[in-house]
């Protein structure tokens, strides 16, 4: 592996502080203060409080930097043109009914473009990582999008409503996590994923780690930061699965 860039460690560093609050507030979930923030969207005190660590820890390197934030919104800095783009906890409910499938989600934008992204699974210690023009890496090690060709073969994933619009015609699953989705995407275990009206924040790391690792993703400039339509998978297996979506 090539070395990290100095935002790569900054981002590492930060998400290893946040996570020992998710892993303690995971074993206690049933005493956590739960807000409801709309339907089938939850905020805690954990997402609160992961999201004020990654600003303290990524401010401390970077006191210019702007932010993008699912619980604050946009921070704005004396430098707008670099920003980090964090989501604490990317899978909130399945956090609060006990199921280990979440992840912290941090990407940094400079002038317009992805140039570095992380996707940290606090349970199961699983770090996704990605550096323009440099790859894409699961734990220190190379990964790539899956190679399939048949469409058959495949697995994708997306949330509810795309799952009930397009099933029979993909082999899906539900996850709840974006961000992990993604990462799959990236690392091969997930050939594709689609989702309609999603949050910059969800997808932003997710997407360079997919590019990185050899995947395909449509352009999302058009889009407003919480109103995305985001299709990404293999480079093999893309422009089949944008023909079964092409209703969606």
């Known amino acids: 592996m090539n070395s990290i860039s100095p ?11 946040a996570s020992k609050v998710i892993i303690r507030d995971f074993g206690e979930i049933e005493n956590l203060q739960v807000a409801k923030k709309g ?10 409080r992961v999201e004020e660590i ?6 401390k390197s970077k006191k210019n930097y702007s932010f993008l934030t699912e619980e604050s919104g946009k921070i704005e800095n004396n430098d707008k043109n670099k920003i980090w783009i964090v989501d ?16 912290i989600s941090v990407a940094l934008k400079i002038d317009e473009e992805l140039k570095s992204a992380l996707i940290f699974d606090p349970i199961k210690n699983e770090i996704f990582f990605a550096e323009k023009n440099n790859g894409a890496y699961y734990n ?20 509810q409503y795309g799952l009930k619009s397009i099933y029979p015609n993909l082999n899906m699953r539900c996850t709840g996590c974006a961000a992990l989705d993604m990462a799959y995407v990236g690392s091969g275990r ?15 790391a997710g997407m360079l780690i997919v590019q990185e690792a050899g995947g395909s993703a449509n352009d999302i400039s058009g889009y407003n930061d919480n109103n995305i339509n985001i299709r990404v ?16």
């Not at 935002?7 to 502080?17: D, G, Y």
């Not at 998978?233 to 969606?248: C, G, P, Q, R, T």
């Open 7 to 17: 935002h790569l460690n900054i981002m590492i560093k930060a998400c290893e502080k």
């Open 39 to 48: 339907p089938r969207d939850f905020v805690t005190k954990t997402d609160k």
């Open 54 to 59: 990654l600003i303290e820890e990524l401010t």
């Open 88 to 103: 604490p906890i990317d899978g909130t409910t399945n956090f609060l009914h006990g199921i280990p499938h979440f992840a």
């Open 140 to 159: 220190n090690h190379r990964i790539r999008v899956s190679s399939k060709s048949d469409i058959e073969e495949c697995i994708f994933s997306t949330d």
């Open 190 to 204: 997930l050939d594709g994923f689609f989702n309609n009206n999603i949050n910059f924040w969800d997808i932003a």
């Open 233 to 248: 998978a293999s480079s093999s297996i893309y422009d089949k699965m944008m023909e079964k979506l092409v209703n969606f």
